[in-house]
């Protein structure tokens, strides 16, 4: 047995010769380790936790935008937020946006999911046609959006002109509109994500539980809603959060599809935050405040599904 | 072409207050004048940083200026650092921030109160002569009596339209001077037979108040009489008879379907794509986009130029830009010199000429310039630019105007695609400016 097999099995690992067996206490603490460990230590410190210590001190503080220097404010930057009535549309659009988007790509998500695992001809090529516009950038996926749905020259309305009929839908211009386009574009990259997840998921489900479960009789939808979905609860509970905090931090997208217009009805956070910070009125304090309810509700929302899938499990 | 073109310009050439021309040749041995000549600045040579964002004209034409410039200075050299205007802010804050800002950049007249505000700049009181300027567009460098930055160039929005479309719709009454422009209900006739002969999908113009652009709303205001500040700058004085009315007109392009709902004050749909594209018959876009629409549009279809129309008075919006440099810089000295270079009259004129822009100097305000693209559209652009007063470049050049342009942006496309009321809307905005000026 090897030494990794022998460790994996539970055993104590065979001690290599010529070594010492008092060196085994310290094997807990292997230096090379560092040097995997290191450069994400390092980057994740410069470029995720150094920021996020430094917007919760610039939330309360008033920046000057070309000199730096700060001010200190206490919590007026976020008493500023109640009277925001661009903040507030903001919140409420991020709700609806996260109540939107994370059901309904995730259901899609585990029907395609289902659909490619099933004896689908050419399944691969599938795949990657779903896959595929989780790998482009958010912005590109933007831009294509802005092709689509330009509401003059747009792809999509020439198309419905073409069918018949009398004239496009206002994408830019009325912001119901324009808030489902965003919903639209925003389904055609997440469905992807929720699928591949699923498709690993369901692979791991024993083939004989679906045996067991058609000869106790159970027909398909029995079979899906019985089997398949208990059995990727695990999926499920990881692309909740996983889709939550994207379509609370949602920005790239949005940015460059509408531009949180027309008024503010696809203004979200993200793109509040953004402007208010790096816009004309570069109030960059302001912008790290929303920054931090950004951060404090998706780990609020976090804690409250790790515990209440926590309980399930212990129920379970 | 050339004979054309100077008898067109004979009439238009010719910027600011009547006054302020009488007085156009005292030019000193400051800026304004000849260019500097001689080595660097004492301490060896020297390589100054310019921050800008340029279209391909333009930064051609900033490209040769600063050849030239180093010719006659051997010791300095001018790296250009060319960003989008998108993110120019950002960079340029970034830089300060981290202590380490270019030697010199570009701002605009509108933004140029941000950067006095909070007394980032050199003072170039020692090395700009002020009667060499235009003096209401000076106006706009100048903060607290000291000028901070050398104004270079504007550009103002003056009407493009297809002579197709115009023939199609039987308009025929095309003004060539301010005192034929349009009025405003002469500019709602044009526009509903314009309507009427556009295809589904065209409409009969655009107006350029997209994004950063909202304070152009500003035009009609001005033509109307209003006014967006009270004259001490201190309060809001858009919820009059004038506001309301230029809301209501405004407003009514929407609502009348001149233009595409698409084309608000938010949208980032812009003048020259939508003209070179053919969606529009007229489109409201200042003289730096002429070169752009220009090569766009090619031989699609002809188009001429005219004035914007008028009400009580005729009125353009303050575009352009200044250079500046700030006054922590470590080659301040070097930095003055390529400022005065920049706005002698030689840099000048082959930088406007270049880029189809209008000059700052009264030398050449009051001469004529061989514009490099379509020089037959110009003289309606250099006729609008007479229209400018030191009233309203003081309106759009207050330290806060980024909040006002904002308000603007806000508080309009509740209007335009909202559908809220013309005395709402100026309710609502004299609030917001109010707030954003006190």
Known sequence: ?316 | MSLNRRQLLAGGLGLGAAAGLSACSGLTSKAGSSAPSGGASAGGPVELTFVNWSGDEEKAAFDAVIASFQQANPGITIKTDTVPYASVQTNLDTRFQAGNPPDLFRVSYIDMGQYTSQDVLLDLSASLDANAFEPGLFSAVVANGKPYGAPHQIDTTAILYRKDAFEAAGITNIPTTLEEAWTWEQFTDASNKLAKVTKSGQSAFIYDWQSAGAYRWLTWLFEAGGALLTPDLKAAAIDSDAGRKTVDFTSGFFKNGWVAKNSSVKSTTYPDAAFQSGTVAMAFAGSFLVPTINSGVKQKFEYGAMPQPRDVAASTDLGGNAVVAPKSGKNTEAATKFLQYLVSEDAMRTYCQATNQLPTLKSLTASQLDFAIRPDLMAPFVLQAKTLTPEQVAQVTVPQFANLNLALQNELEKAFLGGRSAADTTAALAEAVQKAVQ
């Open chain 1, 1 to 316: 047995m090897s030494q990794a097999a022998a460790l994996a099995a539970g055993q104590d690992a065979v001690t290599p010769a010529g070594r010492s067996p008092r060196r085994r206490g310290r094997s807990l603490w292997e230096p090379s380790a560092l040097l995997f460990v290191g450069p994400s230590v390092l980057l994740a410190l410069a470029f995720l936790i150094l920021p996020m210590l430094g917007t919760f001190f610039y939330s309360t503080q008033k920046v000057s935008p070309l000199t730096g220097d700060t001010t200190p404010l206490g919590l007026e930057n976020f008493r500023t937020m109640l009277g925001d009535d661009t903040f507030v549309r903001a919140l409420l659009n991020t709700a609806l946006f996260t109540v939107i988007t994370v059901p309904l790509s995730m259901a899609l998500g585990l029907a395609l999911a289902v659909l490619m695992n099933s004896v689908l001809p050419g399944r691969k090529i599938w795949r990657t046609v779903v896959y595929l516009p989780l790998v482009i950038s958010g912005v590109s996926v933007g831009l294509i959006g802005t092709f689509l749905y330009n509401e003059v020259i747009g792809v999509v309305n020439k198309l419905l002109v073409a069918l018949g009929a009398s004239s496009g839908i206002p994408w830019q211009s009325n912001g119901a509109w324009a808030f489902i386009s965003v919903v639209l574009v925003t389904l055609w990259i997440r469905v992807g994500f929720s699928m591949i997840i699923y498709l690993a998921s369901l692979q791991a489900v024993p083939p004989d539980l679906y045996e067991a479960a058609a000869l106790d009789g159970a027909n398909g939808w029995q079979r899906f809603r019985n089997v398949t979905v208990p059995l990727v609860g695990p999926a499920t509970f990881f692309l909740i959060i996983m889709n939550v905090i994207y379509s609370f931090q949602v920005f790239d997208t949005i940015f460059v599809l509408t531009n949180g217009g027309p008024g503010n009805s696809t203004e979200v956070l993200g793109t509040w935050a953004y402007k208010v910070a790096f816009g004309p009125t570069r109030d960059q304090g302001y912008g790290a405040a929303i920054g931090v309810v950004i951060f404090v509700l998706t780990l609020v929302f976090t804690i409250v599904q790790w515990r209440a899938n926590r309980s399930r499990d212990e129920v379970a």
